[in-house]
């Protein structure tokens, strides 16, 4: 019996990734030289195309968008990656840090004007 594979059973039946930290605006790189996995560590054809797709810097909603796979899911399979080592992920711009709507809104209008 062949067909679309459950997400559960991508996950290991594992709904949650180990990590709190990862939101959907992470951005995913793998990493050039990752540590060399253990012995009883294989990485399923999920975990592999992540690497392949994450060459270059990827959110990880964009994962899912180009893997066609739920959001829930990329998560726990990109947690597993960070945990072996084998991508990096940084967490997205903490709120406090981000430049207020109406200050773009300023440069815009100003940009706007150049014209």
């Known amino acids: 019996m062949s067909g679309p594979v459950r997400p559960y059973v991508i996950t ?9 930290d990862l939101a959907v605006e992470s951005l995913v790189s793998a990493l050039p030289h990752p540590p060399a996995l253990p012995e009883h560590v294989l990485l399923n054809r999920e975990h592999r195309r992540i690497v392949a ?21 990329v998560k726990v399979l990109v947690g597993d990656l960070w945990d072996l080592g084998t991508v990096q992920v940084l967490p997205p ?23």
């Open 12 to 20: 290991g039946g594992r709904s949650r990734p180990t990590r709190t």
């Open 93 to 115: 711009v903490p709120q406090a840090e981000r430049l207020p709507t109406t200050l773009l809104e300023e440069v815009l209008v100003g940009l706007r004007q150049l014209r």
């Open 53 to 73: 797709l994450c060459h270059s810097l990827l959110s990880v909603a964009e994962v899912a968008a180009h893997l066609g796979l739920p959001l829930g899911v």
